[in-house]
Every structure is written in structure tokens, then in C-alpha cells.
């Protein structure tokens, strides 16, 4: 609706120092506008992306870096009882669980190196699980970061609207009393402006750790 009544003021310039800046008005407010569901899509785009990047990062680790890991902490507990507790794969639940759980183990793991090594594991698994705990854990971040520069810009964009539409009704009063004796003139700018009510922008509903990537509907 904003589209279309700023194309009509174009079509029709207002005239006058009032007209001139209610026009101006509304044009700053639809940059606004545009730029910021531009953003919010932006963050559910990069939510997306670092959710599926996470999901690959985290089969890695539990079926070949953390398992393995788990084997050979396994074999040294049978010798050295305290090590029991200290490797087991950690257990369905969130990222944020999973990322603390593996970082822990990796931990112990460090101050275990000779013995995990004399047991079997290898010299470089140490530094793989290491990296890919970095990934994973920048991914979340990005996540979370994402995440919510998503909600600000979508909460900001519903404040901009509901002001679009308060300054499409002050050129609605501008309009008909400029045009009110040309019917056809007002008939194209009623079709311009065929929103009269309060309505909320359609926003973008944040991206969950667990949700599918699907098609996004962009933002009013």
C-alpha cells in the first residue's frame, strides 16, 4: 500500500512547502521500511545457514570425532576408575548441552593426553575435536546473533509502518481536499490506498536451533 501511494504522489505531486514534506515524509519512512525487512530477512537467512552448518558440524563430532574419543577413554577408564564419568557421549538435548558436554571432555582429555595416546588414540584427534568444537560454537553464535538482530529489526518495522500509516491518512486529508472535485483522480487514489485500518506487518518468524529450512514470506 505504501508502494502504491508513494507512486501515486509521484504521478500527482503534492503542492506546496506542506504537501512537499508530507511526500518526503512517507518516502523516508518506506527506505525505512524496505531497508529494514530487508534485514530481517538477512537474519533469517544467516540463522538458517549457520543452523545447517551446525547440524553437519555436530554428526561429525558425535560419529566420528567424539566417539572415537570415547572409545579410547573407555579402554583407560578399565585401569584408571576416575576416568569412568569423564567420557561418554553426551546425550540428546540442546546445542548449547552438547557444546558444554564435549568441550568438557575435550578438557580432560588434554590433561590425559599421554595416557588417551598410549591407549590408542591419535596425536592429531586432540587438535580435530578442538577446531570443530571452535566451528560449532561459532555457528551457535551466529545463530543467536542472527537471531535476534531478526526480532529488532522486525519489531522496529512494525513501528514504522503503523507510522506510514498514520502519515498516509494525513495525505489522504491532503489529497481529497486538493483533488475533491476530480472523481477520476480520486477514484486512483483510493485504489492506492485501499489499506484504511491498522494492520500488522507480516514479520518473519524467528529461526529455531531445530527448525527445516523452508521458503520465507517476506516481510509487509
Known sequence: MAA??????????PEGAGGTAAQARLEELYQRADALAARQRRGVVTARGATALRG???LALQSTLVRYLVAVGRSAARDHA???????LPRRGSHLG?????????????????LLISRGM??????????????????LAVSIASRLDHIGAGAELQ???????DQVRVLDGLVRFRFGSNADVLREWASSRNV???????????VEDDQKPGDVAPAA
Not at 576416575?82 to 561418554?88: D, N, P, Y
Open 4 to 13: 502504491r501511494v508513494r507512486d501515486f504522489l509521484r504521478a500527482h505531486p
Open 56 to 58: 553437519e558440524l555436530k
Open 82 to 88: 576416575e576416568l569412568s564419568e569423564q567420557f561418554r
Open 98 to 114: 552438547f557444546l558444554v558436554a564435549v568441550k568438557g571432555m575435550l578438557e580432560k582429555a588434554e590433561s590425559q593426553r599421554d
Open 122 to 139: 591419535s596425536e592429531t584427534l586432540l587438535e580435530a575435536l578442538s577446531k570443530a568444537v571452535s566451528e560449532f560454537e561459532a555457528s
Open 159 to 165: 513501528a514504522v509502518s503503523s507510522r506510514m500509516l
Open 196 to 206: 484504511v485500518g491498522r494492520s500488522r506487518s507480516k514479520v518473519i518468524p524467528p
